[in-house]
Nanobody
């Protein structure tokens, strides 16, 4: 069983920055995936970024490449998402997710079995 808890959301103006954190607890396989997803009102949940733990391979949605950075601290069991140059269209609830069964990180939410409760990010113009 895996437990995930996000923090760090908030309200910022366009061009600002935020760092989201995800505290992870429980059993993890030697190689697994963790990711950040977001869901805006009326839209489907979409992957923002993910990282293949064990291979340290990262994946980003085209809309955030060059602005967002996913990272992890294995010693602290933490996952981070650094978000720079934020835009109003980045406004959404952001979720931390874990897939303990695969080392290749899919963009499909259905592959991720474990989810945090979400944290709101609001970017004003």
């Amino acid at each position: 069983q895996v437990q995930l808890a996000e923090s760090g959301g908030g309200s910022v103006q366009a061009g600002g920055s935020l760092r989201l954190s995800c505290a992870a607890a429980g059993y993890f396989a030697r190689r697994y995936c963790m990711g950040w997803f977001r869901q805006a009102p009326g839209k489907e949940r979409e992957r923002v970024a993910s990282i293949s733990v064990g291979y340290s391979t990262t994946y980003y949605d085209d809309s955030v490449k060059g602005r967002f950075t996913i990272s992890q601290d294995n010693a602290k069991n933490m996952l981070y998402l650094r978000m720079n140059s934020l835009k109003p269209e980045d406004t959404a609830v952001y979720y931390c997710a874990a897939d303990n069964d695969h080392s290749f990180c899919s963009s499909e939410p259905a592959q991720y079995k474990y989810w945090g409760q979400g944290t709101q990010v609001t970017v004003s113009s």
